[in-house]
């Protein structure tokens, strides 16, 4: 099987796209989903492609948490549930647009995410309180990772924690439930347009499986603030960027 001339520049990709997910408990989607839209791939084969890669990672790093009692049930049920709904959505919708209309809306979308990062770079933590409206959130959660291919963590993780959230279950119960979500998610993907660029799938998953054990070195190394800093300036850059040359 010819793999493509990119296909270690996709490993590259899956390699440091984990390691700050290792290292934030989030942003492996909203990463790989910049750089490969601004490579020129079209959102729906973007957003199917880290989506199927993510179904490993996701599945290594929700078993873990769980394994380590960092998973509150309850908040995993009512997150689970309704960011099936939305991501199943979401990706059925996405398939059916024109790729040139949704990629714009798509990468505004991914700005979005990089200033919400960027404004947690700068904020504070809160006193613990009752978490609310999580059905909610998880719903458009996955209504927004789906369309955008990264979002559930930087979405769901800062609003549960924005809410005074502890942040072991908080990280632990968010990854959990992405694996539910992302498994449904790429189902919906495959039986609409089918497995494309096989090779984009198969890099960002060695690349994330490689560096899934050097992450739990990272998080002990760098600095949050340091590595939320780089990824929301990056991301920004790349989605910038994009636009700039899809409206000149």
Request: glycine share 14%.
């Amino acid at each position: 099987m010819d793999l493509g001339p990119d296909f270690w520049l996709f490993v590259a990709v899956g390699l440091g796209a984990q390691l700050v997910d290792g290292a934030l408990g989030m942003a492996y989607g909203l990463l790989s989903s910049s750089i490969l839209l601004a490579m020129g791939y079209p959102p729906a084969t973007v957003s199917a492609a880290v989506h199927t890669a993510e179904v490993g990672t996701t599945g290594v790093s929700g078993g873990a948490h769980a394994l380590l009692g960092n998973v509150d049930r309850r908040l995993l049920v009512r997150l689970a549930i309704p960011g099936v709904v939305g991501g199943v959505l979401g990706a059925f919708v996405l398939t059916r647009l024109p790729a040139d209309l949704i990629k714009p809306v798509v990468q505004g979308y991914l700005l979005v995410l990089a200033i919400l990062i960027l404004v947690r770079a700068f904020g504070r933590r809160v006193p613990s309180r009752r978490i609310r409206h999580v059905p909610v959130l998880g719903f458009f959660a996955g209504l927004l990772d789906a369309s955008g291919g990264g979002g559930w963590g930087p979405l769901a993780t800062s609003t549960l924690l924005a809410q005074g959230g502890t942040a072991r279950t908080t990280i632990g119960s968010v990854n959990a439930a992405e694996f539910v979500v992302t498994l449904a998610i790429s189902v919906t993907f495959l039986l609409s347009i089918g497995l494309q660029h096989l090779e984009i799938v198969l890099g960002l998953l060695l690349g994330g499986v490689v560096a899934a054990p050097l992450s739990a070195f990272l998080v002990r190394l760098v600095p949050e603030r340091a590595v939320l800093f780089a990824v929301g300036f990056l991301v920004l850059g790349l989605g910038v960027h994009a636009l700039w040359g899809q409206f000149t």
